[in-house]
């Protein structure tokens, strides 16, 4: 699917998540180990605007990023639905990703790529036996892309809060950056809220608006992202909280590490692709 780099709604989806695992958040992440990412923090950003355009800038120039992720919701302490990717930015705008949630002997691997997505599961094997993907056509008019495109691409969001900066523009109020420290490496914590309603009234997309007004029909009212940078603005850890007039509070806490290594992201052989029942 084509997408900004950073890019489309950061809805933390712990149902689609904790379907797929239901284990403890992600040990931390070891810190990057070049010598830029551990100098002193980078002069400051000022902006979303500006925040967003050094960033993808930043992702763009290294390609590449492994992270993991847990999402946890406040009403089960010590409980994360948790998940590893790999993701890899290209020219124009385009991120391929890899994505595995486990929980026991349940594993569920989501691939997008630019054009076309796939689903791996269990269930796929038991049903035919060699081929456990299921390609998701985006636009698709055959019922199972219908059905499993939504999922895709929520699945993959919600393992990835970083793309919910494409409100930050509209709806985000920034706050004043703190430098902190991220596994003892130098970073700059930038904090920017993002109000649901502002988003809904500016939304041209239906699909983007009727999102958010069901979120604030369920009084949810914002999500707030924090998110730690290197010397080079490359996140470090980004973490979304979901608030509003609820009982509890849901949070995704993404560690990113090994900016520019190789990933693994390719369709999968024909031969292993079935055709869902």
């Known amino acids: 699917m084509r997408r900004p780099l950073l890019a489309t709604t950061s809805v933390l989806l712990l149902t689609a998540l904790g379907a797929c695992s239901g284990g403890a958040a992600p040990s931390t992440a070891p810190p990057p180990t070049s010598s830029a990412a551990t100098s002193a923090a980078a002069a400051k950003l000022t902006s979303a605007t500006e925040f967003v355009t050094a960033v993808n800038a930043a992702m763009l120039a290294k390609k590449t990023v492994h992270l993991s992720t847990a999402a ?17 930015f290209e020219e124009g705008g385009k991120v391929s990703s890899l994505m595995v949630a486990e929980g026991g002997a349940d594993k569920t691997t989501v691939l997008q790529l630019p054009t076309e997505a796939y689903l791996q599961t269990a269930e796929n094997e038991k049903e035919t036996p060699g081929k456990p993907w299921r390609q998701v056509k985006p636009g698709g008019d055959d019922l199972f892309s219908k059905v499993m495109t939504p999922l895709v691409v929520r699945m993959t969001e ?58 604030i029909k369920l009084n949810r009212s914002a999500l707030k992202h924090e998110i730690w940078l290197d010397a080079n603005n490359l996140p470090l850890r980004w973490r979304a909280t979901e608030s509003g007039k609820v009982e509890f509070t849901t949070t995704v806490d993404a560690k990113f590490q090994d900016w520019g290594k190789p990933v693994e992201i390719a369709a999968p052989p024909a031969a292993q692709v079935g055709q869902p029942s």
Do not use: C, M, W
């Not at 900066?165 to 930038?190: K, M």
């Open 72 to 88: 946890a919701d406040s009403r089960k302490p010590g409980e994360a639905a948790t998940t590893k990717s790999q993701l890899r």
């Open 158 to 215: 919600a393992s990835d809060p970083s793309r919910g900066s494409v409100h930050f523009g509209t709806a985000g109020q920034f706050d004043a950056p703190v430098t902190e420290q991220v596994d003892g490496v130098a970073a700059t914590r930038y904090t920017i809220t993002v109000d649901y309603a502002k988003v809904a009234a500016a939304a041209t997309d239906k699909l983007v608006k009727g999102n958010f007004e069901s979120k």
